[in-house]
Each structure stands twice: as structure tokens, then as C-alpha cells.
């Protein structure tokens, strides 16, 4: 084990925005070779222009440049000790710290307002490269990326680019480019204001948002036609206009398994084909939603509208990227780590469980969560923020209609659907979680696409969102986890039954009455024990329920509805559903379990050790 100790941290700044970095340290080793140290701390930095002197004291002064975009320049010792941890894997000491930590900016916690960002110094990502590049790109475009992505806050910041509010964007990327910052008028229209329930609401709310936006240029005509609007509120202001449309499918989503989904989808398509029929008189059109809608009436005539979502080139545009986090959250990743009392690079791999992961192209590189990031450095405290600030109810009820099992091991699989538009009558259960920010893609060991859950938040709330949406009012499910968890380590079967059946009885008849929601039901609650679960796992005769497998136990279950678990054994034992996991060392146990229609387990819970040759053919030969 190395040891690296600092004693002098001096920072300079020069020209040609460099900066120079001095320190002096000592690597403390077994084999306290100058040279070898030397090349050790060159590549650690990764720079070539490295200058290490040796001093009679043993110390070894270093210096080294960086461009200055490049430093966070009050906190470059612990920059220097994260470099050190990921690349030799080193225990740091430090005798003093000269510089103090960054001064920190304030979060906009709930504020998507440019404008008050940055006229009240709250911290603000720069995302005005993609902005100044989505304006060379095409003149109307859609994304859709899941809530709280920053959706609003990028509407927000194109709202003020084109009323020419060029002081808002001093030092911004979009500053240092070409752009004019011309005003125009802005019609901003955010669809997620009001719910809606028919046709005749979609259209109200439709023409208030668009009188409400055009009143302030002084425009008070009644709205009857939205071509005609569009050309006529041109006119009116004599230039084109920018028309900024915030989740444009919040009406169809809060409708979604209701027949009036179609009538709203209608009045949907008018609107927007409106644009194409006016487009002389639109600047720029930019559309954001959480799906890819498609519908015959309503996008049919609105095929002028460029999808951003496949192109890799915008992936960064909302959430944060790798860089993004080091470098600007840098300070705040040093005091998580302080508070944790963890290293810095402990924090930024916990960071990444928690909350990285987000893929929304298939070559795109992997997004932080913003919101979740931004909750975890306000209140230095790892938790589920995304989930719990409000998981849209459609997708529960969508799997609900559905009778969809999450247990299904088809819910993974990769397809290249993912990334269509689909008709709002034929939305998959796959391609609405993959579109919503659940399901992710992933590149596995075989080098094949798969789906996963993109981070540790995601996964587990999703489970325990799940289990809530479907039980009755304060299931308490963290009991559940921690009661079946430990009777299944003790095998105690007698304590599972019980618990199952108190776990069952959480839920309403509606819902213990679908076969498919038991499997959902167990495989969730099982899934949270923190257990490797699989469901419908392939053998070679036949396909296995449930596998469990915690530290040297596995655990093979088969259900049965209204049958008997001596059915569900026999099948286990005729299949051989065992047979590949006898050559491994680990306990093995094949459980069969069958549950009432009114969901309780009655019978016992059958349990035999494959292993146990004996209490095999006692079974089997029971009749």
C-alpha cells in the first residue's frame, strides 16, 4: 500500500489560459525509487508537460499546467486524490490543506425559470451549444426525453433567447457563436397545466394558452382557427413567430386507457398540423414530451417535425454527462464525500449506481439523472427523489389494463421498435417504460443490446411503486422485504406461508384474481430482498418460475393457480428443472407454492432437496 503525503499546494495563474499547479509530496513505499515515482505521478496526471524536482528533505516538487476550463482551481488537491485512487489505488495522507473549498452556488431546486437562474446566480449547466446547434438543425423539432429531465428549463432558455435577452447568456457557449439574439415573438405553450379529459377540454386549454401567450404582444382577437391564428398573429407583429410546445402528450397520457384517447388525439393533430399549413410564418417550432405518440390524425399532417430523439449528437442536451458531474459538481462531490466520510472516488462510483445509467439513442453515451443530482448535493443524502416526486400513474394503469407480468423476462429483450412512434391505441408496455426513462439500454457480456433498469433508484422505487399502485392504502412493503428475507435465509418455510399470505392479503380482490400479478407481485417483493431473482428461466425441457439465488443458497419455485403444490413439484422434479445447478456446490431447494383465487396460500409449502435422493423418490412415489 502507497502512501502520498502533500505538504505545499500552490496555484498560479498564466497566460494563454493556463494555469500552473505546484505542490510538493513524498510517496512513501517500500521501494522509494525517485525515478519510478516520477513516471507513477506523470500518469497519474495524464499531462506531459510534468516537472518533478527532488529536494534534501526527500520531497518531490511537482509541477504541472492545465487549461483553466479544465481546473476547478480551489480544490485541486482533491482532484489530485481522486487521479491518484482511480489509477493506483492509493491511500492518500494529508498534513494540511491550504485552500479552502469553491464557494457554492445555490440549486434551483423546482425552478426551470432561465431568466431567474441567472439573474440570481443559481447554478445552471450550459446547455446553449445544443441550443445554438437544435437552431441549425431544423426550424420545427420534437424530443422526448422522461420527466424532470430539464425539459421546461430548456424551453425556458429558448424562450428567452428569442425575446433577445442577450445578457442572460453572458459567458454561455451560445455567446461565442454567431448567433444575432434578434427578438421574436414567443407563444409557450405547457400542456402538463391543466388535466384534461375529452376533446372539448383539450381544445379549451389549447386556445386559453395561445390567447394567454399572445396578449402580451397586445394581440386580443378571438382564436378560432389555429392556422389562421398563426398567420394572423404574425401579421400582427410583423415577424415570425416562435411557438414552444412543453409535454405536448400530457392529455393523451392522464386519458390513456380511456376510449376519449382517440377525440383528444384528434384535436392533438389539428393543432399541430396546423404548423405545417402555416410554417411561412413560423420562426421555429421545438416540441418535448415524454413518448413518441404517432397517430394517423395526428402527426400524419405535421411530417415537417424532425425527431431529435435517435440522433447521438443530443443525448447531453438534458441531464448530465460524466464530465458535467467532475467538473462542475466537483466541490459538491467533495463535501458528499466529507459528510459520507468515504473517498472521493467511493462517492463518484455511488453517485453512478444511484443515478447514472439514462441511454436515449442507440450509440448514446450514458445521462445523470438532473433532478435526483441536484436533491443528492442539497441535502447530502442518497435517496429515490426522481421516483418519488411523482411517477405518472399512466404507466401503472397502462400495466394494469394490460394484465402485464414484470416478471416476464421479454420485458428486457432489445427491439428496434423501441424508438418508433406508436399510435396511442398501441403503446407496449416495453416501448412506454424504455420512453419514460425505466428501461434503459445496455450492452451485455455477449456484446448484445439488452434492457435494464438504468440505476439503483430506478429499480428499486419501481418495485415499490408497483407493489403500492396495486395494494390497498399504507401497505407498509418494508416489513414484508425484511420479514421474507430472513425466513427464507433461516428456511423456515412455515414463516414464509404466513408471510406471503399477510403480504397477499394487502391487496384487493381486483387484483389477487389475475394469475399474471402473482408472479408480478412475488417476483417484486423478492427482487427488493436485494435476492438475484429470475423469472422464466430456460432449461432443457421446460422454463423455471422463479429462480432465487442468495450467497451459497438457490432457490427454485414453481406457482400453481388453483391447483396444488404437489403438481408444481412433480412438474419440477419431471422437468429436472435442477438438473444444471447440481454440479455447483450451493444449496439447493425446490419449492411449490399454489395460491386460492382469493390469493391465499392454503396448502403448505412443498420444499425438497434435490440433493436428498431419497426424499425425491418418497415424493414420487407418493400417490
Known sequence: MKAIEFKDFKIDEIENNKILISTTFKIQDDNDDLVKNSILIT?????????????????TSLSFYKNKEDCQTKVQIDLLQFYTQQSINSHLIFKEKLLE????????????????????????????????????????CFISRPRRFGKSLVISTLENLFNGKKELFKNLDIEKTDYSFEEYPVIRLDLSSHRISNKKECKELIHQLLQRSAEKYGYLKAINNYASFFEDFSKFTNKKIVLLV??????????????????????????????????????????????????????SDANHITDLGRYSSFDAMFGYTQEELENIFQPYIINLAKQKNTTYHETLENIKKYYNGYTFSEEGRSIYNPFSILQLFASNSFDNYWFDSGTPTFVLELMKEKEFDISDKTLLEYSEDLFDKARASQLTIKNILFQAGYLTIKINENNEKELVFPNTEVRDSFYKYFIRFFSKIGINYSVHIKNIKKAFINKDWIEVKEILNDYFDEFTYETTGSEKLYHSLTFALFKLTGFKVYSEVLTKKGRIDQYLENGNDIYIIEYKYKKSPQKAMKQIIDQKYFQKYMKTDKNIYLIAINFEKDGEIKDDILVINPRDQKALETFLTRK
Not at 495524464?46 to 528533505?57: H, P
Not at 440549486?107 to 445554438?132: M, W
Open 43 to 59: 500518469k497519474i496526471l495524464e499531462n506531459k508537460e510534468v516537472e518533478l524536482k527532488t529536494n534534501d528533505k526527500g520531497f
Open 246 to 299: 412543453d409535454e405536448y402528450d400530457k392529455p393523451v397520457l392522464d386519458n390513456i386507457i380511456k376510449k376519449e384517447t382517440l377525440n383528444i388525439v384528434s384535436e392533438l393533430g389539428s393543432f399541430f398540423g396546423a404548423t405545417k399549413s402555416a410554417s411561412k410564418y413560423i420562426k421555429f417550432l421545438f416540441i418535448t414530451g415524454i413518448t413518441k405518440l404517432s397517430n394517423i390524425n395526428m402527426f
Open 101 to 140: 473549498d469553491k464557494e457554492l452556488l445555490y440549486f434551483p431546486l423546482g425552478d426551470y425559470d432561465f431568466q431567474t437562474l441567472r439573474e440570481d446566480n443559481k447554478l445552471y449547466i450550459d446547455k446553449t451549444s445544443y441550443i445554438y446547434k437544435l437552431l441549425q438543425t431544423s426550424k420545427a
